[in-house]
């Protein structure tokens, strides 16, 4: 996106709020502003770069710029804080005019002069702050859906945090979290003075492209019990953000107080960039009702796909939509949507404007967006799959797998690792696991010669030469030599007793396996004993059988009871030996 076009975007937009809030530029910042009752005022400057800017190799560069620019503050009573989203980075404040002023100069100061004596310090904060983060049950989505690249990074933890450099950092900070790159709101008459957002020139970012990793769409995962979730990808729209709501209801209505299967069913609706949205919607279920569950999601989207949607749930909806206009300081508690909405480029629409779209938002559009919806689908489910809903399961694996040398699995037979020129795969019976080095999203390493690549689609595979036959310093370093460095992210050495050895196999090549002689063992000890008591018994028979033939009146129905004895120990011997045997072979 040019400069120029951008101004002339950013003009239309703020010509639409004419009359609504008043816009100006601070320091060449895109300023808008609209007052507030009460003695505090409420801040908030946002710059377009967040974590879908980032590689997963850098996953954490915006969020340590964060960190470091707030680091000056200290202590405060003030209410302040930091905020990186997929798209934007906001900093916001609340206080006394005087206060915000100080807050907003100390931001743009520590922007222009990150402390670097800081940054090991704060990405052990961000390594702290992400291990005591819970990642909720829709965690999993996005690298599904987009893989290790853009909006997907959202579902990895923050590798950037091991490995980035200061001129790293400080190469983002001057060129992101610029003037041309922000807009800043503020709760107030006026803009208030002495504000210094001196920042240095740059460019307007537009939001990421969005990848994808599913081949086709709508597509399900399995996921954890408990939960069913989906999410979809829906062009902005007041009757996209209408359905988002009517979704929510009917979810509430079919699973929780009709069928009685979930406590929380509800669904949400999210921008994602100038011209698209997530849709996110969410059921619970207790382990014996899951298959309820998921039949009644399923079924809740296909009636709402047939345009079965009663006027009284679009009215409930448009009417508890409407009612945000009611709201004490309506353009003040409008501004951070207007500033996001001029920072990413999406129409502004004045309250007129939006009350008109809806008013006109009807069933037929409804069931539009539902269908839209539903064709781009991502639905995670517990337990078994849902073929049978017209879903295609996404990709457990990769199409093809490199040629390269084969390293079998020290644990599995049937598993072989492949180091090639072209990348790494994995064989197992379900299918290959393949990661291109030209495709490598990030490349861990260990001191000890442990690799994990991940794709650019999101598949992985670990490399550890503890559990492979021939994964030699030599192999490893041509699988080095074939990752860009740009991809490549230093782990800390592991504890001795934290690296990995093989596990007992399950099948052994030969007898001389320690598992195998201890499995044996027992069959060589009943062997010997009902061996020796089959042959004490043959003895005392064979010697009967003599003494009864020399007798002038032989019994022979005494001989016969003695070899009936002995045949079920002979059998007995015969089944332990070969049962010996296999084991032995196995």
Excluded at 64 to 74: D, K, Q
Excluded at 182 to 200: C, F, K, M, N, R
Excluded at 476 to 488: C, E, I, K, R
């Amino acid at each position: 996106m040019t400069t120029d076009l951008h101004e002339h975007d950013r003009d239309s937009g703020l010509a639409a709020l004419t009359g609504l809030v008043s816009h100006t530029t601070t320091q060449h910042i895109p300023t808008l502003y609209a007052p507030a009752s009460g003695n505090e005022i409420t801040a908030g400057l946002f710059f377009r770069v967040g974590r879908a800017d980032e590689t997963l190799a850098t996953a954490g560069l915006t969020h340590l710029v964060e960190h470091l620019a707030l680091h000056r503050l200290g202590l405060s009573d003030l209410h302040y804080n930091g905020a990186t989203a997929n798209a934007y980075t906001l900093f916001h404040v609340t206080g006394s005019e005087e206060e915000v002023v100080r807050y907003l100069n100390s931001v743009c100061a520590g922007l222009r002069d990150l402390p670097m004596e800081r940054l090991e310090t704060e990405k052990e904060i961000l390594r702290t702050e992400a291990a005591g983060r819970g990642g909720g049950p829709q965690q999993q989505m996005p690298l599904w859906r987009y893989g290790a690249q853009g909006y997907g990074l959202s579902s990895y933890n923050e590798l950037g945090t091991r490995s980035l450099t200061p001129d790293q950092v400080r190469r983002w900070a001057e060129t992101r979290f610029t003037r041309d790159n922000a807009v800043l709101w503020i709760t107030s008459e006026q803009v208030p003075d002495g504000l210094d957002l001196t920042l240095p020139q740059g460019t307007r970012f537009p939001a990421p492209a969005a990848t994808s990793a599913l081949p086709t769409t709508p597509a399900y995962i399995s996921g954890d019990d408990g939960h069913v979730v989906l999410t979809s990808v829906l062009r902005r729209s007041t009757a996209a953000s209408v359905f988002a709501d009517v979704l929510g209801r009917a979810l509430f209505q079919d699973l929780r107080q009709e069928g009685g299967y979930s406590y929380s069913a509800e669904a949400d609706y999210t921008p994602r960039d100038a011209e698209f949205a997530t849709l996110t919607a969410y059921a619970d279920a207790l382990p014996q009702k899951q298959d309820a569950v998921v039949g009644g999601f399923v079924d809740t989207l296909a009636r709402l796909r047939a345009g079965r949607i009663e006027q009284s749930e679009l009215d409930s909806v448009r009417t508890k939509l409407l009612k945000m206009y009611d709201t004490p300081d309506l353009a003040a508690a409008a501004l951070p949507s207007y500033a996001l909405s001029l920072l990413l480029g999406h129409r502004i629409l004045t309250p007129e404007q939006h009350r008109a779209e809806l008013n006109a938002v009807t069933t037929q559009d409804l069931r539009e967006v539902a269908r839209e919806a539903w064709g781009n689908a991502l639905l995670q489910v517990p337990g078994r799959g849902v073929d049978w809903a017209g879903l295609t399961l996404a990709p457990q694996h990769s199409q093809a797998a490199v040629t390269g040398t084969r390293h079998r699995s020290l644990e599995d037979d049937e598993v072989t690792l492949v180091i090639g020129a072209e990348g790494v795969s994995l064989l197992t019976p379900r299918g290959p696991v393949t990661v291109r080095y030209d495709a490598c999203a990030a490349m861990t390493t260990r001191p000890d010669g442990a690799r994990v690549l991940t794709g650019h689609d999101g598949f992985s595979v670990t490399v550890e030469p503890t559990l492979y036959r021939g994964v030699t310093p030599d192999r490893v370093a041509a699988l080095d030599a074939g990752v860009p460095a740009a991809a490549v992210v230093p782990m800390p050495a592991r504890e001795p007793d934290q690296i990995p050895q093989p596990r007992p196999r399950k099948r052994t090549s030969g007898p001389r396996s320690s598992g195998n002689g201890r499995s044996t063992w027992g069959w060589t000890t009943a062997l010997w004993l009902v061996g020796l008591l089959a042959a004490a018994w043959g003895l005392l028979c064979g010697i009967i059988t003599a003494d009864e033939a020399s007798a002038t009146a032989p019994e022979w129905d005494a001989v016969t009871g003695v070899w009936i004895l002995e045949l079920p120990l002979a059998f007995a011997t015969w089944k332990i030996y070969t049962a010996r045997r296999q084991r032995t072979r196995s």
